[in-house]
């Protein structure tokens, strides 16, 4: 069965969307977890798709938050050198050479040295449109980010389609009015517009109006 649709923007996440950093992501966060006795499933369940200061004020609620703000800037700097056993997501490369021309943006969690460093060696090319840890105040799933995508591209919220692996991601997607298509098998727990487990199931086609999604 083929469903399609119509966008004139398309919104990616990166990380568990266009590459596959899982192995560095939950080995660095088990890494700074284990001197605070904290459990293992709730450190993963709380920290993808999130900026890191807030994980931790979530995983450390009693913390002062400057401490988590100066320990987020230190993993990231961490994450975005230690970068072996990043990969591409299936798909990942034809999508973005597909979205060539058409309105399009990444919308992630990381800073822009991360971005640029998973990205590079996933070996994916960075789109033009970048809104980052940077850019906004709050982090998903609070929608600013995708919202702020959707205005800067001056298009309406509820004509993109964003692509999101995370729980976090997924609800952002969703508070900003946007269709979500979840990448990967764990996405459709958090109830995505529509599923997929990996992006070779999608097919784009530029169209006058910004382009057609066929979801395979």
Same mark, same amino acid.
């Given at each position: 069965m083929t469903t399609t649709l119509s966008a004139r923007a398309v919104l990616l996440d990166m990380d568990g969307t266009l590459v596959d950093s899982t192995a560095?992501?939950?080995?660095?966060?088990l890494e700074w977890a284990a001197p605070h006795g904290l459990d293992r499933d709730a450190v993963l369940h709380t920290v993808h798709g999130r900026q890191g200061w807030q994980s931790m004020g979530m995983l450390l609620p009693e913390r002062d938050p400057a401490i988590n703000r100066e320990e987020n800037a230190q993993m990231l700097a961490r994450e975005s050198v230690e970068v072996e056993g990043v990969f591409?997501?299936?798909?990942?490369?034809?999508?973005?050479?597909?979205?060539?021309?058409? +309105?399009?943006?990444? /919308?992630?969690?990381? %800073?822009?040295?991360?971005?640029?460093?998973?990205?590079? $060696? &996933? !070996?994916?090319? @960075?789109?033009?449109?970048?809104i980052t840890a940077e850019n906004v105040s709050m982090s998903k799933p609070h929608p600013e980010g995708?919202?702020?995508?959707?205005?800067?591209?001056?298009?309406? +919220?509820?004509?993109? /389609?964003?692509?999101? %692996?995370?729980?976090?991601?997924?609800?952002?997607?969703? $508070? &900003? !009015?946007?269709? @979500?298509?979840?990448?990967?098998?764990?996405?459709?727990?958090?109830?995505?517009?529509?599923?997929?487990?990996?992006?070779?199931?999608?097919?784009?086609t530029?169209?006058?109006?910004?382009?057609?999604?066929?979801?395979n």
């Amino acid at each position: 069965m083929t469903t399609t649709l119509s966008a004139r923007a398309v919104l990616l996440d990166m990380d568990g969307t266009l590459v596959d950093s899982t192995a560095v992501v939950e080995r660095l966060w088990l890494e700074w977890a284990a001197p605070h006795g904290l459990d293992r499933d709730a450190v993963l369940h709380t920290v993808h798709g999130r900026q890191g200061w807030q994980s931790m004020g979530m995983l450390l609620p009693e913390r002062d938050p400057a401490i988590n703000r100066e320990e987020n800037a230190q993993m990231l700097a961490r994450e975005s050198v230690e970068v072996e056993g990043v990969f591409e997501i299936p798909g990942a490369a034809i999508l973005l050479a597909a979205l060539t021309g058409t +309105a399009h943006a990444i /919308v992630t969690s990381a %800073d822009v040295a991360l971005m640029t460093a998973r990205m590079a $060696a &996933a !070996g994916l090319r @960075v789109p033009e449109l970048q809104i980052t840890a940077e850019n906004v105040s709050m982090s998903k799933p609070h929608p600013e980010g995708f919202l702020l995508a959707a205005s800067t591209l001056d298009i309406d +919220a509820t004509d993109c /389609v964003v692509f999101e %692996d995370s729980g976090a991601g997924i609800q952002a997607g969703h $508070a &900003a !009015g946007m269709t @979500v298509i979840g990448v990967g098998r764990l996405a459709s727990a958090h109830k995505p517009t529509h599923h997929i487990d990996d992006l070779t199931q999608i097919s784009l086609t530029p169209t006058d109006d910004g382009v057609e999604i066929q979801i395979n």
